[in-house]
């Protein structure tokens, strides 16, 4: 469409260095005005997790750079906006034992993304209704970075077979959604990230993932009183 478009066109990327955009390079991301680069920030300080994120936080650096915002305001942002909520959201740490809260993960493909975002060991939660997915791709891409699957709702057999039949046999079913998170704590080691990421829709037990996200949150924090 670059032919097509009249106006200024800004690129950014994640996998190429541009003679004039918003790029990374070198573990930076990198503002190339046409004459010199301006580095914003290193792309491991930015908060908000995943190659994902990546893209959208070389977007908005586009979008501030053409606005004329100062670099240092686009670094402060990127290093302290925590995300929002329901979409990889850090919750809390319990006795080393990190705990994400990605509900939004309502698909196979967005829950893959979840996975490909947080560094192993991975306690995983997952299941709910079932809306027709295949779950051959989603458990391939635990590529030895999830050791732990903890299943709940329609789709929990569906995706252990599944599991079963690719060679991962590391499953716990459970009812609820406490059950999950005592269940995932309880098989937890310090260093490991527990993260719900369903890959399924919420309503086979909920009237939405955020009612989820924050039944799994409320889980979370029982663990931290105890």
């Known amino acids: 469409m670059e032919g097509e478009v009249k106006s200024n066109l800004i690129w950014f990327s994640v996998d ?118 295949d779950f051959e791709d989603f458990i391939l891409a635990f590529n030895d970075k999830v050791k732990t699957l903890i299943l709940l709702g329609e789709t929990k057999e569906k995706i252990k077979n599944t599991a079963l039949k690719l060679g991962f046999n590391n499953i716990y079913i459970v009812n609820n959604m406490e059950e999950a998170v005592n269940k995932s704590f309880e098989v937890s080691e310090s260093g490991d990230n527990v993260l719900l990421s369903p890959a399924c829709a919420s309503w086979d037990m909920y009237s939405s993932f955020e009612m989820r996200g924050e039944d799994f949150k409320r889980a979370v924090y029982r663990l931290k009183e105890e």
């Open 16 to 133: 190429n260095i541009l003679t004039k955009g918003v790029y990374t390079q070198d573990d930076y991301i990198v503002i190339n005005d046409g004459v010199k680069t301006h580095k914003v920030i290193k792309s491991e300080d930015v908060k908000i997790l995943g190659k994902h994120n990546l893209e959208n936080a070389l977007g908005a650096v586009a979008i501030g750079w053409i606005m004329g915002l100062d670099v240092d305001i686009m670094k402060e942002v990127l290093s302290e906006f925590p995300g929002v909520e329901h979409r990889i959201e850090y919750v809390t740490t319990i006795k080393g034992v990190n705990f994400y809260n990605d509900s939004k993960g309502t698909n196979p493909d967005a829950s893959t993304k979840a996975i490909e975002a947080i560094k192993p060991p991975i306690i995983l939660i997952a299941g709910g209704q079932d809306k027709g997915s």
